[in-house]
């Protein structure tokens, strides 16, 4: 058995039943990431002899406690998430090397219900990006093409998974992070509505947006997995003091009685012909499983990458504002004064993106600027939210494509951040929104790269996503292939 290839839920019942050990199957993910790390690049920092102690941990205590629903299974955590005592470097030069002295309340969360951490992914300098080229350290790449790359910013999370070099992982989505490399690499990933998983301990790139969640190889492990980190935090004053169902109940077959919108603004032309057909393709499976499927329209989607592209980044230069050599991060040795430390730490410690986003923010935070710019892009942000509010009384889910193409080539976009920008016009309305947001492969590209459906329910009903998304990963092939790596 190639047990680097199992998913959570079989790892568990393997478990249980004592046909695998958690130190058998850490052993071969340490094995697979040995021979494909040189290539795929995505963790940044690996934890192989703490991982291999706490799968003997588990072994030898047993597998008898049942709220320890992730006990012995190994999994990796994005580099934005504060891992006590491990080094949480949020793909910058300026925290590389940052160890927190706390976790944050997911990572907590994870390692009360047991699982190993093998380590730290890749991704986009503080989450700002769509394909990982961004970081610090390395770009991922996509595990399909390793001159594509992976999307971002959990890229290397999204790879992680999708080259089996672990069994799932954990990202972190502000306008598409989840689901855009998740899409590109052929796996799941769920952004759960903003409010449902604490934040507290993630470290901040636009607060109003930012959300954990999981990348994983099946629906039912992203439902595992919500079930594990969703709920009410006190220490983050934004958690949503609802009560959290059990997620795994809504994977049930048939989708009769359910009405899916299609909103035309997502289906436009100039988008990939390969891409717009997947996307068609699931739909039809989706009414032969019982759904009725009616188009809709979400009129101010033009307006979001615009919107987007203002809000964050005025909340990411507040937010980064934290990083000046004293409180956090790396401290510049050349300054004389303490204005040319503060300077050339900031100066040398954050990558380009970073820049240009603190400047874009700065600027239209700034007197004079602020109505022109902050406050008509919240305006246009409640029309967003208002459009998802009112197409939900036609339709319990939407159905889109989570990218307009598939995975690009490396370099591709890396000079143009525009482009870059507009490649997520389909993740950031959700965000916007603050809906749920999952994506499922639907299909393949003649080049042979993964494309993703997006599935988008109302505040809260991610169940409604995952019975969806489930109900098609059920009655398509794509979900059983594998990257090319072998
Ligand atoms: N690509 C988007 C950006 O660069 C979204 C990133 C994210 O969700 N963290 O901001």
């Known amino acids: 058995m190639e047990l680097y290839r199992l998913t959570i839920h079989e790892m568990r019942s393997l478990l249980d039943s004592g046909e695998v050990t958690a130190e058998a199957v850490t052993r071969s993910i340490f094995e697979r990431i040995r021979r494909l790390e040189p290539e795929v690049a995505a963790y940044i920092t690996l934890l192989h002899e703490s991982a291999m102690e706490q799968a003997r941990y588990w072994d030898q205590r047993g597998y008898q406690d049942r709220e320890a629903v992730l006990a012995g299974i190994p999994l990796a955590v994005k580099d934005v998430i504060c891992t006590k005592g491990v080094r949480t470097t949020c ?3 300026i925290l590389a090397d940052f160890i927190p002295p706390f976790d944050s309340t997911v990572a907590e969360k ?4 047991g699982c190993i951490l093998l380590g730290k992914t890749n991704m986009d300098e503080f989450a700002m990006g769509s394909s990982n080229e961004n970081s610090a350290f390395t770009s991922t790449r996509n595990p399909w093409s390793l001159d594509h790359i992976p999307g971002g910013s959990s890229g290397g999370s999204a790879a992680a998974v999708s080259a089996d070099e672990c069994i799932a992982a954990m990202g972190s989505d502000t306008g598409g992070s989840i689901r855009q490399p998740a899409s590109h690499c052929g796996v799941v990933g769920l952004k759960p509505t903003y409010g449902r998983v604490s934040r507290y301990g993630l470290v901040a790139f636009a607060s109003s947006f930012d959300q954990i969640g999981p990348i994983t190889k099946d629906v039912t492990d992203a439902a595992i997995l919500l079930n594990v980190i969703a709920g009410y935090d006190r220490r983050d004053s934004t958690s949503v003091p609802a009560k959290r169902p059990d997620y795994t109940q809504s ?11 299609i909103p035309r603004q997502y289906f436009v032309e100039g988008m990939d012909l390969e891409v717009d057909r997947s996307a068609r393709e699931a739909i039809r499976i989706l009414e032969h499983l019982g759904a009725k499927a009616v188009d809709v329209s979400l009129p101010h989607t033009e307006y979001g990458v615009a919107a987007y592209y203002i809000i964050a ?5 507040s937010n980064l504002a934290r990083y000046d050599g004293v409180k956090y991060g790396y401290r510049s040795r050349d300054g004389k004064t303490l204005m040319e430390m503060y300077r050339k730490s900031r100066s040398q410690g954050f990558g380009p993106e970073v820049k240009r986003r603190i400047m874009l923010g700065t600027y239209a935070l700034s007197a004079g600027y602020y109505d022109a710019y902050y406050k008509k892009a919240s305006q246009v942000r409640t ?3 208002e459009d998802f509010l009112e197409v939900f009384k036609q339709c319990q889910v ?3 494509p989570v990218a307009p193409t598939p995975a690009f080539a490396l370099g591709e976009k890396v000079d143009d951040p ?3 920008y507009l490649s997520d016009v389909f993740t950031l309305p959700a965000s916007l929104a603050g809906i749920p947001g999952l994506a499922v492969p639907c299909g393949c590209s003649s080049y042979g790269l993964p494309i993703g459906l997006q599935i988008l329910a109302p505040h809260f009903e991610e169940g409604l996503a995952l019975r969806v998304g489930y109900n098609l990963e059920k009655n398509t092939d794509v979900h059983h292939r594998h990257p090319p790596l072998d």
């Open 91 to 93: 793909g910058s030069r």
């Open 110 to 113: 994870l390692k009360r219900a």
């Open 251 to 261: 994977l049930v077959e048939g989708l009769q009685g359910i009405t899916v919108g």
């Open 313 to 317: 980044p005025c909340e990411a230069s």
């Open 383 to 385: 029309l967003i939210r």
């Open 398 to 400: 939407l159905v889109t």
């Open 418 to 420: 525009l482009q870059m």
